[in-house]
């Protein structure tokens, strides 16, 4: 079982910043992934960022150059910095992990953090 927890979000303005945390505690996958979903009302959950422990990485195209994924390994924890942020990334933000061994996968999420961008 693996546990995560999120941390950061909020309310900012547009052009303004805010970084994600997410924690993952419990059995730690030797080949894993971990990122972010995000779901803005009415629409579906899109993926916004992934980076595997190993460093390869992937962004949603909405936020690339803008967003950066990071993890420190050491702790198994995952950030999200976001950067010129804009009303349309408004969304409850979801953490996931992933073992990349495992067929098929079974997706961890957490509790979800919020998002607000005004204009």
């Known amino acids: 079982q693996v546990q995560l927890v999120e941390s950061g979000g909020g309310l900012v303005q547009a052009g303004g910043s805010l970084r994600l945390s997410c924690a993952a505690s419990g059995i730690i996958f030797r080949l894993n992934i971990m990122g972010w979903y995000r779901q803005a009302p009415g629409k579906q959950r899109e993926l916004v960022a992934s980076?595997?422990?190993?460093?390869?990485?992937n962004y949603s195209e909405s936020v690339k150059d803008r967003f950066t994924i990071s993890r420190d390994n050491a702790k198994n924890t995952a950030y999200l910095q976001m950067n010129s942020l804009k009303p349309e990334d408004t969304a409850v933000y979801y953490c996931y992990y992933e073992n990349l061994l495992q067929n098929p996968r079974h997706t961890y999420w957490g509790q979800g953090t919020q998002v607000t961008v005004s204009s």
């Open positions: 980076l595997t422990n190993r460093g390869t990485t």
